[in-house]
């Protein structure tokens, strides 16, 4: 029998707290029967949901606070508010005191990671932690960060990101050596800021064994798949995160329009019903929600803050393949190899 995977939520966190986190979780553990919960919220609001879930009340440990963090509230507000006490705060603690191997959460970006910067604390010779998120390709997926932990990089950060990247992705999509691009202005290495081209030399030259640098990629590349790992700065990749977020919406609302303007169109619609079922799937952001904060000394995964159950559960499935496969041990050991030189 598999030892069970151990994941703390912060059951009060998103834009719909416990009535997503709970059944989000039931969702989760059909499909991961090994799972097992350490909940943090409201008793009074989280029990009556855990109680129409038999199966996960089984599995799961609820832990009372009665502070959450609003999801507009400030990261050094949320810590002096929440430290030791909040919901957020005790479902990060879980993981460092052992309890948990990863946490979830649909709260406020901006105050969980400074929650987990604090109480975590940031991986020996990792300055910043990133955010990686999965990204929908015409080949598949690939793995993208940062898309808004930090603004701005220099190479040895850019370096650090490409190394987490790969570890991240040869967990997710079983590859030996992934391959690695630097988003940039232009694929010729004479173009781009000089951060990047730097990080470029370095991961050109290193010869890294765990991952493959591919070069420099563009926008397009995103969703094409042109690499296994696309690295940029936290300012540029959160742009590109939503702005493919935004033309998603932008395509479903022509296409919707576009079926329902004429009779013809509506018939048509329904000989191409099921090939519009398939792109609609496709292009759904729950399927990939859940962007792994990169470089701490623990597991945490953000959901989408205004997510559904079915999106929650996709952000415990991340957060339970990066515990059940050990993402942090592969970081670490692909770190040994790091050729800024910040790494022993």
Same mark, same amino acid.
């Given at each position: 029998m598999p030892?069970? !995977?151990?994941?703390s939520l912060d059951a009060m966190g998103g834009d719909h707290g416990p009535s997503v986190v709970v059944p989000g979780a039931a969702l989760a553990l059909e499909r991961h029967p090994d799972l097992r919960f350490l909940m943090f919220g409201d008793e009074t609001v989280v029990a009556p949901l855990l109680n129409a879930h038999p199966r996960l009340k089984e599995v799961t440990e609820l832990r009372h606070?009665? #502070?959450?963090?609003?999801m507009d509230e400030?990261?050094?507000?949320?810590?002096?508010?929440?430290?030791?006490k909040s919901s957020m705060w005790r479902a990060v603690q879980a993981v460092r005191d052992g309890e948990a191997d990863a946490m979830v959460s649909a709260g406020n970006t901006g105050a969980l990671m400074a929650t987990a910067k604090v109480c975590l604390k940031t991986m020996a010779h990792i300055e910043r932690p990133a955010i990686a998120c999965m990204w929908p390709t015409t080949r598949g997926e690939s793995i993208v960060l940062d898309v808004g932990a930090t603004i701005g990089a220099d190479a040895g950060h850019l370096v650090d990101m490409a190394i987490m990247g790969a570890a991240m992705a040869r967990i997710v999509f079983d590859l030996e050596r992934p391959t690695v691009g630097l988003l940039n202005v232009g694929t010729e290495e004479i173009k781009g800021i000089?951060? !990047?081209?730097?990080?470029?030399r370095l991961l050109k030259e290193s010869n890294l064994p765990h991952l493959n640098y591919h070069g420099f990629v563009e926008g397009d590349d995103l969703g094409k798949g042109t690499v296994d790992v696309v690295v940029t700065e936290g300012f540029t990749g959160n742009i590109a995160l939503k702005t493919a977020e935004g033309t998603a919406k932008q395509i479903a609302q022509y296409l919707r329009s576009a079926m329902s303007?004429? &009779?013809?169109?509506? #018939?048509?619609? +329904?000989?191409?019903?099921?090939?519009?079922?398939? &792109?609609?799937?496709?292009?759904?952001?729950?399927? @990939?929600?859940?962007? !792994?904060? +990169?470089? &701490?000394?623990? @597991? @945490?995964?953000?959901?989408?803050?205004?997510?559904?159950?079915?999106?929650?559960?996709?952000? #415990?499935? !991340?957060?339970?393949?990066?515990?059940?496969?050990?993402?942090?041990?592969? #970081?670490?050991?692909? &770190?040994?190899?790091?050729?800024v030189g910040q790494t022993v």
């Open positions: 030892k069970p !995977v151990r994941i606070t009665d #502070i959450s963090i609003a400030k990261p050094s507000q949320a810590i002096r508010m929440g430290r030791g000089e951060a !990047v081209k730097e990080a470029g303007r004429t &009779l013809m169109a509506k #018939i048509g619609y +329904l000989f191409a019903k099921q090939a519009f079922n398939a &792109l609609r799937d496709k292009m759904d952001p729950r399927k @990939v929600n859940g962007g !792994v904060f +990169l470089g &701490l000394e623990g @597991v @945490v995964v953000k959901s989408h803050g205004g997510t559904d159950d079915l999106g929650f559960a996709s952000a #415990i499935d !991340v957060a339970y393949d990066m515990a059940h496969f050990e993402l942090m041990n592969t #970081i670490r050991a692909m &770190l040994e190899h790091d050729p």
